[in-house]
């Protein structure tokens, strides 16, 4: 018998009740639920609702239940619906009419959220950890090839000349962010949706501000109705991990191109790569496919939860159990993906000599030539022109600027002098680059170490 039968004369056909069961998914909210319960039952007693005698049945039936689902010896059922049903219904079978009163001024409907959000606040520190292990990986690949030319890019054309760390650190600073958001994400989340009832709270003396401090939380939700129906923290886990994600796809794309013969800036690890069942000769990326392709999966969960929300009036509705498994697949996705590109990321090996090879074709030092013409007293714009005109020179004859010969140099303008070939030396063009945030070794250092304090930070507030 359903623990919600009262109401009812007939039982609920077979096909609703698969339809309703919730059980085969949300029964890894159960160590959420159990302290949720713990902390209920404790206030229920603390303010006379029940006897303190129930409560302490309750608090010892509740922890045997933790034991035992933890060693293995529990079997939920979906005859009981939920994980709440389920952990109800094995309390009142173990203690019989105590477990009854656990119920008391509370609903599954502030039960699930209170659970779901207990959820995602445990969730989210353990990928805060994973990418501060990433950003750990970054800063040692990004000192060992601070000095490491190679082309950047813009339009996937060779621009300007960078460093490989420099390129390596621009991902430090994007999942620097990531982690940020999940932190300000943790803080956002962190109010109490216990004691909101079904939705309009309780007539019961109950303390929620108890419940909220036993629990961990910052202080009770102010409205009850917004307790039960808000599921913004959801949302905002999922938009967070889809930003995450995204970054690690974009990674993930430069990896697949380094790793081709077209490029050859690094070489993956046998243990981080596959083959093929007919071509002998390939070593496929396909962790980093694989990743760039669980990006999309993760945000299909973030648009089928907004997508469930977007039209339900207050408080809450049965469209909301939608919640859980787009928020499940998401952290799971992401907790995967995380460390095996990071220990990908920590095993590759670099081919330096081909990024420089790569860097000195392309013309990615003209910029570099109209500034020395700049900073011999030409205009910028007629600097940019003659530099035009001199790679178009260059392009016809198959030379680059480098190669030119001071008289060819001349011939386009009077104020080349023997200087210019330090100016365009790539080495120095990327050396000269010392503004904030640029390659140069200066910089560079400034970046890893700003980086490493962040991944210090949080490291001692575990």
């Not at 300000?184 to 003396?205: E, F, I, M, V």
Request: proline share 3%; hydrophobic share 40%; aromatic share 8%.
């Amino acid at each position: 018998m359903k623990l919600w039968s009262g109401r009812f004369a007939k039982d609920t056909d077979a096909l609703v009740n698969e339809l309703n069961a919730s059980i085969s998914f949300d029964q890894r909210l159960y160590k959420e639920d159990i302290q949720g319960s713990l902390a209920h039952a404790k206030m229920l007693g603390d303010c006379g609702i029940i006897s303190r005698e129930d409560a302490a049945a309750i608090k010892e039936g509740l922890e045997g239940i933790l034991r035992d689902v933890e060693a293995g010896k529990v079997e939920f059922t979906a005859d009981n619906e939920d994980i709440h049903m389920n952990i109800e219904a094995l309390l009142t079978a173990r203690i019989g009419d105590a477990g009854k009163r656990l119920h008391t001024a509370r609903s599954r409907n502030d039960q699930v959220a209170l659970d779901f959000r207990m959820y995602v606040r445990r969730g989210i520190p353990v990928v805060v950890g994973q990418l501060l292990e990433l950003e750990q990986v970054l800063c040692r690949q990004a000192k060992q090839y601070q000095s490491a030319v190679m082309p950047g890019y813009t339009h996937l054309q060779r621009a300007q000349p960078i460093s490989f760390a420099q390129h390596l650190l621009a991902y430090g600073q994007m999942f620097a962010r990531d982690v940020t958001r999940l932190e300000d994400c943790a803080k956002r989340l962190n109010q109490c949706p216990l004691g909101s009832g079904a939705l309009a709270g309780t007539t019961y003396p109950i303390d929620r501000f108890e419940t909220a401090e036993a629990l961990g939380f910052d202080g009770p939700m102010s409205n009850s109705l917004d307790g039960v129906s808000d599921r913004d923290y959801a949302l905002e886990l999922l938009g967070g991990l889809s930003i995450l994600m995204m970054h690690l796809s974009r990674f993930a794309e430069e990896v697949i191109l380094w790793c081709s013969w077209e490029f050859k800036f690094i070489e993956l690890d046998d243990g981080y790569a596959t083959g093929s069942s007919i071509m002998p000769q390939k070593k496929n990326p396909d962790v980093a496919e694989l990743v760039r392709g669980k990006t999309g999966r993760v945000y299909g969960d973030l648009m089928g939860l907004l997508t469930v929300m977007k039209g339900l009036p207050l408080a809450y509705n049965k469209d909301m159990q939608e919640d859980k498994e787009p928020v499940f697949d998401a952290l799971d996705t992401v907790e995967m993906c995380l460390p095996v590109f990071a220990r990908m990321l920590d095993t590759m090996t670099v081919r330096t000599d081909n990024m420089r090879a790569a860097a000195g074709k392309g013309f990615i030092n003209a910029t570099d030539c109209a500034d020395y013409l700049t900073k011999k007293g030409m205009p910028f714009r007629d600097a940019y022109t003659v530099t035009g005109r001199l790679v178009a020179d260059c392009t016809a004859r198959g030379k680059t600027l480098e190669e030119l010969t001071l008289e060819e140099l001349r011939a386009f303008s009077d104020l080349f002098g023997e200087d210019v070939y330090e100016a365009l030396k790539l080495e120095n063009c990327m050396a000269l680059r010392s503004s904030f945030g640029g390659p140069a070794a200066g910089e560079t250092r400034r970046q890893i170490q700003e980086l490493e304090r962040f991944v210090q930070a949080r490291e001692h507030q575990k």
